[in-house]
């Protein structure tokens, strides 16, 4: 559970690295469950601000590459919601980071079950 402190303006997150068999599978599917209630956007936000974890890959020369608008929500949900999608892993791909968390939102996210799976 992450609850923004009042008067919070920054991102709430958790960080969860994956290390991929090599070779990695060509796409994933990730997911998973949230819930988001007194969601409220920080002054001066920006356009990606929002509830998400959207997937970065860390390439073999530690580069990143971050799918964006992968899994995003911008409102409270009704109740929990289940939530996936599939992501085409980039050739090169040795990690996975998932960040799910608040990012530059105010409010209270919920989350469970979450999953990574080879398609």
């Known amino acids: 559970r992450y609850i923004s402190p009042v008067g919070f303006a920054g991102n709430l997150r958790t960080y969860i690295p994956l290390k991929l068999p090599n070779p990695a ?3 994933l599917i ?6 988001v209630s007194d ?7 920006p356009e990606w601000a929002s509830v998400q974890c959207d997937p970065i890959f860390v ?5 990143k590459n971050t799918v964006n608008n992968t ?3 911008k409102s409270n949900t009704d109740g929990w919601q289940e939530v996936e999608k599939v992501v085409t ?11 799910p968390g608040l990012y530059c939102v105010n409010g ?12």
């Open 30 to 35: 990730i997911s998973l469950r949230w819930r």
């Open 71 to 73: 899994l995003r929500v």
């Open 89 to 99: 892993v980039p050739e090169g791909a040795k990690m996975l980071i998932l960040q």
């Open 59 to 63: 390439m073999a020369d530690g580069t």
């Open 39 to 45: 969601y409220a956007d920080q002054p001066n936000a």
């Open 25 to 27: 599978p060509g796409s």
């Open 108 to 119: 209270t996210l919920d989350l469970d079950d979450i999953k990574v799976l080879a398609e």
